[in-house]
């Protein structure tokens, strides 16, 4: 347990869907994270969250739509994606996105499958 | 740029057997961070070690050892006596020092232990 919850685990849907993933953190951090994992790359860093506001969009393209209410609780939303866009959606959690040299706590992932 | 490179994309040894994964980086920074990461099946990555670059002494902790060398900007990861439970995804990641808490990856080595 890493203090860092994702719901849903799994998800299914078709390319004219509209979903939304979860991310809570229970730490007490101030800045969230959203990465995606596909099969033999890198982790992509998509959207970083400061103190609720954006400071990181790592040229994501706008079928992805994060939010961030508060500092615990992250969203991911989805509409009209591509088979491509089918990975493991991570989200993170660190103290302060601003200081530098804290580990992020990651979430067990959404694995997303686009049909 | 940062980058990290992790040449080793699948390793398998023996229960038992000590194994080394390797991790190179590159960055322009005087200062910055080094991670490890382990990504079990269960999805999650769980942080093993931070070294700051101004610290290069070897660390150890339990069967887990980190030798970071900066002459050649590697940072590599021994586990001795490997045991089943080590079956992972091993990550490398680089970060700044100030101003954000963002994690430059590396791919990843896939670590099967056999019984």
């Known amino acids: 347990e890493t203090g860092v919850t994702q719901t849903p685990r799994h998800l299914v849907m078709g390319m004219t869907n509209k979903k939304s993933l979860k991310c809570e953190q229970h730490?007490?951090?101030?800045?969230m994270y959203w990465y995606k994992q596909s099969a033999k790359k890198p982790l992509e860093l998509m959207f970083v969250?400061?103190?609720?506001?954006?400071?990181e969009n790592n040229s994501v393209p706008s079928r992805f739509s994060p939010e961030c209410p508060n500092s615990s609780h992250l969203f991911l939303h989805l509409h009209t994606l591509q088979p491509e866009d089918s990975a493991l959606y991570l989200c993170a959690s660190s103290p302060n996105g601003a200081s530098g040299g804290n580990e992020q706590f990651f979430g067990p992932g959404t694995r997303l499958t686009v049909l | 740029a940062q980058k990290v490179t992790q040449a080793q994309t699948e390793i398998s040894v023996v229960e038992k057997e000590d194994v080394t994964l390797d991790c190179v980086y590159e960055?322009?920074?005087?200062?910055?961070?080094l991670f490890w990461y382990k990504q079990p099946p269960s999805g999650e990555l769980v942080f093993l070690i931070r070294?700051?670059?101004?610290?290069?002494q070897n660390e150890i902790s339990g069967r887990y050892s980190w030798n970071f060398q900066k002459s050649t900007s590697s940072f590599n990861f021994t586990i001795t006596a490997s045991q089943v439970v080590d079956s992972a995804v091993y990550f490398c990641a680089l970060s700044e020092a100030f101003g954000n808490e963002k994690l430059t990856f590396g791919t990843g080595t896939r670590l099967t232990i056999i019984p």
């Open positions: 730490l007490g951090h101030n800045a």
């Open positions: 969250y400061n103190f609720k506001e954006q400071t």
């Open positions: 960055t322009r920074d005087t200062t910055y961070y």
């Open positions: 070294r700051n670059s101004f610290d290069e």
